[in-house]
């Protein structure tokens, strides 16, 4: 697994697309934002475990998990429920 500590500005050259995003949808916010481990497969570097913030959910069980990582050139990504843990799940 490829773990990145470097939280750094997001910059055009370690962008990459996130191949298992749900894409956009209609959503509502029926509980406070949740903490998180995210399943995401990047076009180069695969799938990793990254750690974000769970703020939305899609009317169809998609999640959307707000990401701090240098490749992710948005502020998160909608995910299926099977892609995202969290505490209890």
Known sequence: MIEYEDQGTATW???QKIRNAAG???SYRDR????VRARVVFERDGEVWLD???TRLGFDGAIF???KDRRVQVIGVWLMQDDVWWPGK
């Open 13 to 15: 050259r370690y962008w």
């Open 24 to 26: 956009a949808r209609g």
């Open 32 to 35: 406070p934002p949740m903490r």
């Open 52 to 54: 974000g913030t769970a």
């Open 65 to 67: 998990v707000e990401l």
